[in-house]
């Protein structure tokens, strides 16, 4: 540690992944007992880990990459975790989503019983994503990203109806395949370089060269990371899990989790561990036009709210994983702006029909209508998020779906951009079709009785919506440089990373 940084900066770090541990600890002992800790515990926790978020951004801005070292030994020996700026743009965009969606969790998950059970296991699910995005080492990844995982299962099955616990084993099963993959590229690639550290194998990738060993293990990485993403043709599990789910997790899934799993450790390694070599952008860029066309074709035909949203997310990671793939600043700052919006409006989405469910008790479209009459608030929040997500301005999603339109063309790949203003096109026609069966037109006799939601949901998506309304802000010179540029600056940089990590190292 260099004289100039105070220590409590360093002990930041670890507290991502200490406090909500400590809070799914907690909330099992005491919120079994005395039933309102659980809402308070779980609302305090997220809070605290959103400040910490925005403080991680500042920190990064003010000093740089930073390591905190676990133990005594120092890295590549030791443990480390790593607060760089793409982890910090990681984290604030997870634990903005996790604090609203405990918020909206206060009054919807009064439904079921044992609220504790379903805190505890999301405050473990919490820890599990926060680790996965500030781990320095390789196989520490594997670790939370399994704490993650069978968390996400149980909350999945949370309802125990037969169609939850079909869709969580199924979950279960297909993401098994995913963790199996990555472990036996985490072994490969242990063996080929003799280190677990994520640093310190970019120096010796880049010394030793990449070799089979390596292509073979990032082909291993793309399909168990990309089974995590639900990326098409590993898809197949995420329209049975995302409908099922209660609709905070559905929100959760959708909005973060495949991004922290998913996306986020295989562009991780891709770019900052191996270098991404020429291959694995043509790769990326064809897996994601195939998801963003395949996803919205699937999904236009659907009249189960969720399961719709379900395959509009398959095509929203397609985005992402299309701007990030082209390799270009301006590609990755699409991308990962694009990633940032879809985490708001996906989540949204997702609480939107939760809310539908929670009042008029069903997710078919055929069965709704004129819902506006009846739930103003969540009737206007629904229209926003499919406005941002068709990519209508002024809304967040018009201006990331326009930066990776832009660098497609920039790049010279005219063949994707057109393929990205098309998905675009339909996926606007997609949402026309849930407005007008959902919140427009003539309320059914069925739902005359039916009244909005309570509160804190109504709070929660009124947030998320105010946030696609105003999200191009974000592109604003005062706060884009200090939070997009930064992380999208890190991606490009690729395994100098390794650098900026070992002079981050404390003294």
Known sequence: MTDTIPRAVYNLIPLFVIIPL??????????????????????????????????????????????????????????????????????????????????????????????????????????????????????????FLEIASVASYALVAYGTDAEELEASFKYLVMSSVGSFFVLLGIALMYSYTSTLNMAD??????????????????????????????????????????????????AMLSGVIIKALGVYALIRILYNVIGLPPVF??????????????????????????????????????????GIGLGTPLGILGGLFHLFNHSVFKSLLFLNAGAVEYAAGTRDLNSMGGLNKKMPVTGATSLFASLAIAGIPPFNGFFSKLIIIFAAVEAGRMGYALLAVIASI????????????????????????????????????????LICLFGGLLLMPGIFGRFIKPAAETLHSGNAYSITVMEGIEE
């Open 22 to 143: 400590a809070g799914a600890f907690i909330t099992s002992l005491v919120a079994k007992k005395v039933k309102w800790v659980a809402d308070m515990l779980a609302n305090l926790v997220s809070f605290v880990l959103l400040i910490a978020s925005v403080a991680s951004v500042l920190a990064v801005n003010t000093y740089g990459v930073l390591v905190y070292q676990v133990g005594i030994w120092k890295p590549p020996l030791g443990i480390s975790m790593v607060l760089d700026p793409l982890a910090a743009f990681m984290l604030l965009t997870v634990n903005l989503v996790v604090f609203l969606i405990t918020i909206y969790s206060i009054n919807y998950m009064e439904k079921y019983t044992a609220k504790w059970n379903f805190y505890t296991l999301f405050l473990l699910l919490v820890a599990g994503m926060n680790g996965v995005i500030i781990t320095g080492d390789i196989f520490n990844l594997f670790v």
């Open 201 to 250: 194998m970019a120096i010796v990738l880049a010394e030793k060269g990449l070799g089979r060993v390596t292509y073979f293990s990032a082909v291993l990485f793309l399909m168990g990371f990309g089974l995590k993403a639900a990326l098409v043709p590993f898809h197949a599990w995420l329209p049975d899990a995302h409908p099922a789910a209660p609709a905070p997790i559905s």
């Open 281 to 322: 952008s043509n790769v990326l860029m064809f897996l994601g036009a195939l998801s963003m066309i395949v996803g919205v074709f699937l999904a236009i035909g659907q009249f189960d709210l969720k399961r719709l949203l379900a395959y509009h997310s398959i095509s929203q990671i397609g985005y992402v994983v299309l």
């Open 426 to 465: 339909l996926t606007l026609a997609s949402f026309m079709k849930v407005q007008k069966f959902a919140f427009f037109g003539k309320l059914k006799e069925s739902l005359s009785d039916i009244k909005e939601v309570p509160f804190f949901m109504k709070s929660a998506m009124i947030s998320l919506a």
